[in-house]
């Protein structure tokens, strides 16, 4: 079957998902094509820029391991709880890609984990574990979905990019590692959950708090970006 690049289609009509990003507004869209995001398309994005995001995005990718590894213990069935196991295997396994491009700078991964987290990065991860500590599954899947179905949305969105570079893009692996059928299948998968504890878990009644969530972590993904670009200038 032919893969959706219909970069709005994440989640089902009238689900959860799709309502919180409705509501996050100019913070969902700032994130999913920040000027990051077009350098990464157009391959204009300066090289400090890149290797800054990536190894932070490393250090990221381990706390993020965690806050999965938490809704192992939030889960809400033994089903969710095999399925969040899987989940954290494949964010170890995201942190593969990371290390090919810094293997290319001389950084092994033992450099990377010793290069200090930066505000932007200690702010986000610690975040999305307070979410998951203060809160139930809900809570901490809200607070999650951000970024594993944001990042499938801006691979949507730049393979739909007329102002695309495909051939001679530096960034091209990172795109089609997004982008790919295993990736996309996997973001789905995370706004229909969204969707699914939404129907179990109480989402219309939460509405607010979830929706205030979703949006902050929105702006967190852009400040993330943001890093990158400030270290660049």
């Known amino acids: 079957m032919a893969m959706d690049l219909d970069w709005r289609s994440f989640g089902r009509e009238g689900g959860l998902f799709r309502r919180l990003r409705g509501a996050a507004g100019e913070a969902w869209g700032g994130y999913t094509?920040?000027?990051?995001?077009?350098?990464?398309?157009?391959g204009m994005l300066p090289l400090p820029a890149f290797r800054h995001y990536l190894i932070q995005d490393y250090l990221f990718l381990i706390?993020?391991?965690?806050?999965?590894?938490l809704a192992v213990v939030k889960g809400e069935s033994l089903a969710a709880m095999r399925d969040k196991a899987k989940a954290?295997?494949?964010?170890?396994?995201?942190?593969?890609?990371?290390?090919?491009?810094?293997?290319?700078?001389?950084?092994?991964?033992?450099?990377?984990i010793a290069t200090p987290e930066t505000a932007e990065t200690v702010s986000y991860t610690r975040w999305v574990l307070d979410r998951?500590?203060?809160?139930?599954?809900?809570?901490?899947?809200?607070?999650?979905?951000?970024?594993?179905?944001?990042?499938?949305?801006?691979?949507?969105?730049?393979?739909?990019?007329?102002?695309?570079?495909?051939?001679?893009?530096?960034?091209?692996?990172?795109?089609?590692?997004?982008?790919?059928?295993?990736y996309q299948a996997m973001a789905?998968?995370?706004?229909?959950?969204?969707?699914?504890?939404?129907?179990?878990?109480?989402?219309?009644?939460?509405?607010?708090?979830?929706?205030?969530?979703?949006?902050?972590?929105?702006?967190?993904?852009q400040r993330f970006w943001q890093q990158g670009l400030d270290v660049a200038r």
């Open 63 to 69: 706390h993020f391991a965690r806050a999965k590894a």
């Open 188 to 221: 789905r998968a995370a706004a229909q959950r969204i969707d699914a504890l939404g129907d179990s878990h109480g989402g219309e009644a939460r509405f607010a708090r979830l929706a205030a969530d979703f949006a902050e972590a929105a702006r967190l993904e």
């Open 88 to 112: 954290v295997l494949a964010i170890l396994d995201e942190t593969k890609l990371h290390l090919q491009y810094c293997a290319e700078w001389g950084l092994d991964e033992a450099a990377v």
């Open 33 to 42: 094509w920040h000027p990051f995001v077009r350098g990464l398309s157009d």
């Open 132 to 182: 998951g500590l203060a809160g139930d599954i809900l809570d901490l899947e809200v607070a999650l979905a951000p970024c594993t179905v944001g990042y499938g949305e801006v691979a949507l969105r730049i393979l739909a990019d007329p102002a695309r570079l495909r051939d001679g893009n530096a960034y091209e692996s990172w795109i089609a590692a997004y982008s790919s059928p295993d």
